[in-house]
């Protein structure tokens, strides 16, 4: 569902979420070639109750911690320690978004970091009714621990249904959800202190809208 380079341009990671894993490829920017990494790739969290398959992942801007939405079994999130030098990945913490007291089916799709880092926001997506135009899809924010960059969940807010794709704009004060089921992009303010969002537009989209792009003006 995604695939990124490191921040050294030395690698190209790749989420894979069936086989549970995240593909390591080493990346020649002089002549664009690729090949397996050392260690080509690294295994996603198993066992029971555990959250599973990353799906899409984004780098802290210290450039030596990666974040992975996990979308099964139990949906979630998780830390990863980078490596530029070996192009790999450890795990230091897995996280389940899993609603309290939810019975139906959740699962996650994107993930975003705030400007500043101090907060990371991802989509959990209600697929309990996959035709349903309203649910119990939301947005999970965590706050980012300065000093080892481990999450701390804040709290889940409603959005559109089935969130699979929103974006930050880049002062960090915004935050849009495009509901792919719901046909509808929300508008939200970010609480720059707490993290909290507070709905402030709502916008018929047309069917179907995927991915949500921020473009500042020069």
């Known amino acids: 569902h995604s695939s990124v380079f490191s921040p050294g341009n030395s690698f190209l990671l790749v989420p894979a979420t069936t086989p549970n894993k995240i593909f390591q490829i080493a990346f020649d920017a002089e002549n664009g070639s690729i090949v397996p990494a050392g260690t080509p790739s690294v295994s996603g969290p198993t ?12 780098f802290h801007p210290n450039g030596k911690i990666a974040y992975t939405t996990q979308e099964r079994e139990s949906p979630g ?4 320690k980078w490596e530029e030098k070996k192009g790999e990945l450890t795990l230091i ?3 389940i978004s899993y609603p309290d007291g939810f019975e139906g089916t959740i699962t996650t799709a994107d993930l975003h970091l705030t400007p500043d880092a101090q907060f990371l926001y991802i989509s959990n997506r209600d697929l309990t009714d996959r035709k349903a135009l309203t649910g119990s ?3 999970v924010g965590y706050r980012v621990d300065p000093d080892d960059f481990t999450l701390t969940e804040i709290g889940h807010t409603p959005c559109p249904q089935i ?3 929103f974006a930050i704009d880049d002062k960090g004060e915004f935050l849009y959800v495009a509901g792919q089921v719901a046909a509808r992009l929300e508008v939200f303010r970010i609480d720059t ?3 909290a969002l507070s709905s402030i537009q709502m916008l018929n989209t047309g069917k179907g809208p995927n991915w949500v792009r921020c473009v500042t003006k020069p």
């Open 163 to 165: 969130p699979r794709g």
């Open 193 to 195: 202190d707490t993290g």
């Open 137 to 139: 899809s939301t947005i």
């Open 77 to 80: 999130v998780a830390v990863w």
């Open 93 to 95: 913490q897995n996280l």
């Open 47 to 58: 066992g029971e109750g555990t959250a599973q398959q990353p799906r899409h992942i984004v």
